[in-house]
């Protein structure tokens, strides 16, 4: 295979157009070419007045020393494991999130049959359970936005951007793909799948799983482990009000971020755990057409996708730093409470990317020395007290409390909405944000806000919505782990985001399988 790169390419074209673009170019002879396909996909943009895509490909010729200038592509080999040994009971997974699917998915791929445990619902089910929330503020505390198959990532941009480097990450995508996931994945420079995508590829998942052997435990929450001489022996599960006791002497926990329960039971049981840094904020939202001029300038003719952008501060006075994260084009803010009387927020937005409004969490960081109590789980604390706060201040009916940019930036409690109407349901209170956030946090944000809006024309406008709060970017807490993946309890194997090992579905995903090979490498 040759690699052919920064080919620049000004119009919207079809595939084999791009293909005859490239090979005039290089001198390469049609008849010579075997096999091609495209591996990168981007848009620069830094020169308004010539907004470009960016586009690499592979091509496979007959004698590749006819081309010497073109670099020959490396071929990269995935770690091959086949599992002859036989597990004397079977393995268990705990979370149905992208860390527990790729841990599956790899353990069923090995012949390994195990038993995933999710409290939530199948995603079909979760699905009306989330809309039945958004519509009337009906929490279910064990399905919702947080907990259910697919995880938390299921209900969001469904982004597959990571900053790991992994020979993983192409596996994962090239699972997502032959699950249903649509093709351009694999080399878009920005990929993602959108929710609505999302719920059909997790059943396929599914279905592939068991029909391999996996078995899916639904409404079904682990609530203890046996445990003698530092060695698991079962694992503890309650479903509709039936407990059950599973032997295992293998768990992989992929808990996600939200397990607040669970987080407490593994305390109690002796796992080694530290408290880590996470970052809370607020959503903001601005029409998604200021962003698509901001960062794409109003000359271009091509055919573009809504706009993205990521923006990063350090305030000298607070020494924080702030930053967007998870930005959702043409998306929603959705409700994402996993607990009753909180207020959670996060991004959300379909495969299309075709809503009115742009939104992103802008975060400010958050260290173990903020918290009030030295435990590990002081962050789990944390982060209740301003969710609560949040309930309190939306008027104590899931509706999440707002904030037009210009009000906040006054500290003055904003008293109508401009040209940005708030997304989130089930619906929204008038506040003053700065009511509730720590100062450090608020300081931070209105250094930062004035400073994006240098950056990306448009970030400050006063009628941009702010909404309280986002306190679960990441875990607050890390399962600690050795250099085989496993806890100080053996047979035990922290995952993902939860555990605090990855940050969004391809780092989880990529964990996921690196514990699921831990498993079998041990076993």
Not at 215 to 232: A, C
Not at 305 to 325: D, G, I, Q
Request: net charge positive.
């Amino acid at each position: 295979m040759l690699r052919i790169n920064h080919l620049k390419i000004r119009k919207d074209l079809t595939e084999s157009e791009i293909l005859d673009i490239a090979i005039h170019k290089y001198a390469i002879q049609k008849e010579d070419i075997l096999n091609w396909h495209i591996t990168k996909k981007s848009i620069d943009a830094r020169k308004k007045e010539d907004v470009h895509y960016s586009y690499s490909l592979e091509i496979e010729v007959k004698e590749e020393n006819k081309y010497p200038k073109l670099e020959k592509v490396k071929k990269l080999d995935l770690p091959s494991l086949l599992v002859n040994a036989s597990f004397p009971s079977r393995p268990v997974i705990v979370g149905a999130g992208p860390a527990g699917l790729f841990a599956a998915l790899t353990l069923v791929q090995n012949k390994v049959k195990p038993i995933i445990i999710e409290q939530g619902e199948p995603v079909e089910e979760r699905q009306q359970t989330v809309s039945t929330f958004l519509k009337t503020g009906k929490l279910n505390p064990s399905s919702n936005i947080q907990f259910g198959e697919g995880g938390a990532g299921t209900f969001s941009d469904g982004k597959l951007t990571t900053g790991i480097h992994s020979p993983f990450c192409k596996k994962v995508l090239e699972e997502f793909v032959s699950f249903g996931a649509p093709k351009q994945i694999l080399y878009l420079s920005k990929p993602h799948i959108g929710t609505d995508y999302l719920i059909h590829i997790l059943q396929n998942m599914r279905n592939y799983i068991i029909h391999h052997g996996g078995t899916f435990l639904f409404h079904t929450k682990v609530v203890d482990f046996s445990i003698t001489n530092q060695q698991l022996l079962s694992v503890h599960t309650i479903s509709k009000g039936v407990e059950k006791v599973i032997p295992t002497n293998h768990a992989i926990l992929a808990i996600g971020h939200s397990a607040r329960d669970t987080f407490e039971t593994l305390y109690q049981r002796g796992f080694a755990m530290e408290p880590k840094n996470f970052s809370i904020g607020v959503r903001i939202e601005h029409l998604q057409s200021w962003i698509n001029k901001a960062q794409y300038g109003t000359i271009t003719k091509l055919n573009l996708p809504p706009a993205v952008y990521k923006l990063v501060y350090h305030s000298p006075l607070t020494n924080r730093s702030c930053y967007t994260f998870c930005m959702c084009p043409g998306g929603n803010v959705m409700a994402s409470s996993s607990e009753p009387n909180t207020i959670v927020t996060n991004g959300m937005s379909r495969f299309a990317r075709n809503g009115m409004n742009a939104n992103s969490a802008l975060l400010v960081n958050i260290t173990p020395e903020d918290f009030e109590t030295n435990s590990p789980l002081g962050g789990i604390y944390f982060q209740k007290a301003l969710e609560e706060k949040a309930f309190t201040l939306g008027g104590s009916n899931y509706f999440a409390p707002v904030q037009r940019v210009e009000d906040f930036l006054k500290n003055q409690k904003s008293m109508h909405i401009g040209k940005v109407q708030p997304s989130y349901q089930p619906g929204f209170t008038f506040a003053n944000l700065n009511d509730i956030l720590p100062n450090f946090v608020t300081t931070t944000l209105k250094e930062s806000i004035p400073f994006f809006d240098t950056k990306l024309h448009g970030f400050a406008h006063p009628d941009s919505i702010l909404t309280g709060l986002e306190t679960r970017s990441s875990s607050p807490v890390k399962i600690l782990r050795n250099e085989k993946l496993i806890a100080n309890i053996d047979g035990v194997y922290p995952c993902g985001e939860g555990a605090g090992y990855a940050g969004g579905i391809m780092s989880a995903a990529v964990d996921g399988i690196k514990c699921a090979y831990a498993l079998l490498e041990n076993a």
